[in-house]
């Protein structure tokens, strides 16, 4: 079981930027890929972004593409999410997850935490 905890979040005004932390313990030798997700009120978890951990493959959803940036950091098995020219309809909670080599499903999830775009 691999262990996440986010950090980074906040309120901000729109164009603002901020950059969320996901820290990961645990069964981390195993880390496939990581992820970020988030979910709005009233909405469905999406996918924002994912990395491979070994060779740094990304992959971004068209709503957050040119403005979100997804990196890891292996020797301090952290992943990192800077956003940039924040929009209002980025508010949710943003949530990262780990997958492990072999599987389909990313199993283990942090806590979450809220971000907050003001107009």
């Known amino acids: 079981q691999v262990q996440l905890v986010e950090s980074g979040g906040g309120l901000v005004q729109a164009g603002c930027s901020l950059r969320l932390s996901c820290a990961a313990s645990?069964?981390?030798?195993?880390?496939?890929?990581m992820g970020w997700f988030r979910q709005a009120p009233g909405k469905e978890r999406e996918s924002v972004a994912a990395?491979?951990?070994?060779?740094?493959?990304?992959y971004y959803s068209d709503s957050v593409k040119g403005r979100f940036t997804i990196s890891r950091d292996n020797a301090k098995n952290t992943m990192y999410l800077q956003m940039n020219s924040l929009k209002p309809e980025d508010t949710a909670v943003y949530s990262c997850?780990?997958?492990?080599?072999?599987?389909?499903?990313?199993?283990?999830w942090g806590q979450g935490t809220q971000v907050t775009v003001s107009s």
């Open positions: 997850a780990s997958r492990e080599s072999g599987t389909g499903d990313f199993a283990s």
């Open positions: 645990g069964r981390t030798f195993n880390t496939y890929a």
């Open positions: 990395i491979t951990w070994s060779d740094g493959h990304t």
